[in-house]
C-alpha cells in the first residue's frame, strides 16, 4: 500500500492525499508536479527512476488506511539533487 507522503522531498510543499500535485517514483519518493516537471525534470534525484502522478486513496479508504505523517526531506532542496 501506498504511504501517500505529506511533501515534496525539495520544497516542502504540503501534499495531501487527494492532492493531484503529488509526483512518485517506484519506491515512492514523492515530489510536488513543480519540482517534478521543473529542476528534475521527471527524474527522480534519488533513483533516476520516472516520476508519475501519485494514485488518490478513495476518501473513505483514508480513516482505516491513512496516509504518512512522516516528512521526507533533501537538506539542500532539488538544486542539489538534480
Same mark, same amino acid.
Given at each position: 500500500m501506498?504511504?501517500? *507522503? %505529506?511533501n515534496c522531498e #525539495?520544497?516542502?510543499?504540503?501534499?495531501f492525499p487527494e492532492s493531484a500535485d503529488a509526483r512518485i517514483c517506484s519506491f515512492e519518493c514523492t515530489f #510536488?508536479?513543480?519540482?517534478? /516537471?521543473g529542476v528534475l525534470a521527471g527524474k527522480c534525484p534519488n533513483c533516476g527512476g520516472e516520476l508519475v502522478a501519485r494514485p488518490r486513496r478513495p476518501a473513505a =479508504?483514508?480513516?482505516k488506511? %491513512?496516509?504518512s505523517? /512522516? *516528512?521526507?526531506? =533533501?537538506p539542500h532542496g532539488c538544486k542539489e539533487a538534480a
Open positions: 501506498l504511504q501517500l *507522503r %505529506p #525539495c520544497c516542502d510543499k504540503d501534499l #510536488c508536479a513543480s519540482c517534478a /516537471e =479508504k483514508l480513516a488506511f %491513512p496516509a505523517t /512522516e *516528512r521526507v526531506l =533533501k
